[in-house]
């Protein structure tokens, strides 16, 4: 991943967080500043200097609060949902936002499944009964889990692990979910169907969605007065995704017989319509309050954190389009970001469509992170903000540029290589040696094999006697030191090509000297600080 400078961090740590991950972070060299209970102003204040924030739910990362973080690259949040965090406006500053997404599923899960029994059989109402001096046996009589069916809204991680353990109760599990197939559901043992249909046919009904604008009132008096009677809700994914006014309707008017609640659409909350309804059980967002849980969030965010502030590639970043560094690729990080840098100051800005093909054993592995070092070193140069993984796709999409990737599993001469090509230009390199050296192979259809400079020359001429001694003498007369040089045979006859790799950026007035030059077609400056 890029390879930011951050041996020695600020961390700002805003909510507890177990301390066993901090203090990995220290141990790393880094300063860990915590400051609990700040609000939302006194954030804005602190932020400055921050290279990291972790937090939990009840911090807002808002798009002010990104705009007064100069400092920072990466936002950790220790736990899964992450509606408290602005990610588009995190992804415009090139801030990387990263969760831990499964430190908390086992006890998520769990949670579910206990306010599951705990509607089944009534146990708070009837423990309050007899700890306040009744014995009201009658009164309190539940139900069986067996044999009844548990509808289960959304069977992501959390989801499936609520109905691998129902089914060992012997209940009928089905679910709605747009985005599992219908097989992928039936592995599980689960039957997937339309949210009004598992409505209609549920004794249980538990949620497990991402809050999204999509998700805001899934369930509210249309789906309420279509459930089958005596139908229970159990809610412990995010509260809103629940209508809480149009549930207490639901209750009163006798379409729901009851709810297990961990989350609340304002929290924390002491006082709801929700809490006098004797049929309603409600816990103060326990879903991942267990020590397990928090340890493995700490740890998780830590982690993820340490390799940010490392440039390491960090594989629960929500806001880069690449999952997946295997070891095979990820020597080729530099390269593909090295390569979309002497691409820009070949075509002179950026073009409008460009091809990447991987060949070779890249071919067999995700590539994406590849295709975004080239990017973000294609666009660092001619982009006035920051380029980072995190905003390269976005910039590009900005400029009008389209990317497409291509594979292939022959690389020819080269166990693998790396081309880019627009309509204009083209552009190729390799790993060379034991070190795994860079060298260019390939430029504008002309076959050489140099290792990349910062500031080289790129001259395309006609193929006869006597060019290179005409461009050296050029750049000798205005005092240029020649580092490196290699010429390149057309793959059509006609025209040859010289990389010059000099010490210092040649000058304009140097370059439009070559340019007026009998012979010479083009000349391309590649300055790998401008790429001018």
Not at 117 to 132: D, G
Request: net charge negative; glycine share 10%; proline share 4%.
């Amino acid at each position: 991943m890029e390879k930011a400078q951050y041996c020695v961090a600020r961390i700002l740590v805003t909510e507890e967080i177990a301390d066993a991950g901090l203090e990995g972070l220290r141990q790393a060299g880094h300063t860990v500043d915590i400051q609990l209970g700040l609000t939302p102003e006194q954030l804005i204040a602190t932020i400055p200097g921050a290279h990291a924030l972790i937090i939990r739910s009840a911090t807002f990362v808002t798009a002010e609060l990104l705009d007064a973080a100069t400092d920072l690259v990466v936002v950790g949040r220790a736990g899964i949902g992450l509606d408290n965090v602005d990610v588009p406006a995190a992804t415009r500053k090139g801030v990387m936002v990263c969760n831990a997404p499964q430190s908390n599923v086992v006890s998520a899960a769990e949670q579910a499944i206990a306010l599951l029994m705990a509607q089944a059989r009534n146990i708070p109402q009837a423990h309050r009964a007899l700890v306040e001096g009744r014995w009201e046996r009658s009164k309190w009589e539940g139900v069986e889990l067996f044999e009844k069916t548990l509808g289960i809204v959304g069977i992501g991680r959390v989801g499936k692990l609520v109905a691998t353990r129902m089914l060992a109760f012997g209940m009928r599990v089905v679910a709605y979910d747009p985005f599992v197939t219908a097989e992928r559901a039936r592995q599980m043992g689960v039957e997937l169907m339309t949210l009004e249909a598992l409505m209609g046919c549920s004794d249980f009904v538990s949620v497990h969605l991402p809050k999204t604008k999509e998700t805001i009132g899934l369930l509210g008096k249309d789906m309420f007065s279509i459930a089958k009677p005596g139908q229970r809700i159990i809610n412990t994914a995010r509260g809103g995704i629940v209508d809480e006014d149009a549930l207490v309707w639901a209750i009163e008017n006798g379409y729901v017989a009851g709810a297990g609640l961990d989350v609340f659409n304002v929290e924390p909350t002491t006082s709801s319509p929700l809490f006098s309804l004797p049929t309603v059980v409600v816990t103060p967002h326990l879903g991942a309050s267990t020590k397990e849980a928090q340890d493995k969030a700490g740890d998780t965010i830590a982690e993820q954190i340490q390799l940010a502030l490392a440039g390491d590639f960090v594989p629960f970043a929500v806001n880069i389009d690449a999952t997946e560094l295997a070891e095979t690729v990820k020597p080729y990080l530099g390269l593909a970001e090295h390569l979309g840098r002497i691409f820009t100051g070949l075509c002179g800005a950026i073009p409008t469509n460009i091809s990447i093909a991987y060949a070779g054993e890249l071919a067999d592995y995700d590539t994406r992170i590849l295709t975004l070092a080239a990017l973000k070193g294609l666009l660092g140069p001619v982009v006035s903000d920051s380029v980072s993984y995190v905003n390269a796709p976005q910039f590009a999409a900005e400029r009008g540029l389209t990317v497409s990737e291509t594979k292939t599993g022959e690389a020819q001469d080269f166990v693998n290589l790396i081309t880019i090509r627009s309509a204009e230009h083209s552009l190729a390199g390799v790993l060379f040696g034991r070190r795994g050296e860079a060298r260019l192979v390939m430029v504008d259809e002309h076959d050489l094999f140099i290792p990349p400079s910062q500031f080289m020359l790129v001259v395309r001429n006609d193929d006869r006697p006597g060019m290179v001694g005409t461009v050296g003498t050029a750049l000798g007369n205005a005092g240029y030191n020649i580092e490196n040089h290699m010429t390149g045979k057309s793959r059509q006859a006609g025209t040859a090509l010289m990389i010059i790799c000099t010490a210092r950026s040649v000058e304009l007035e140097v370059v439009d000297q070559l340019r007026r030059t009998p012979g010479i077609v083009s000349v391309h400056v590649i300055d790998c600080e401008t790429c001018r």
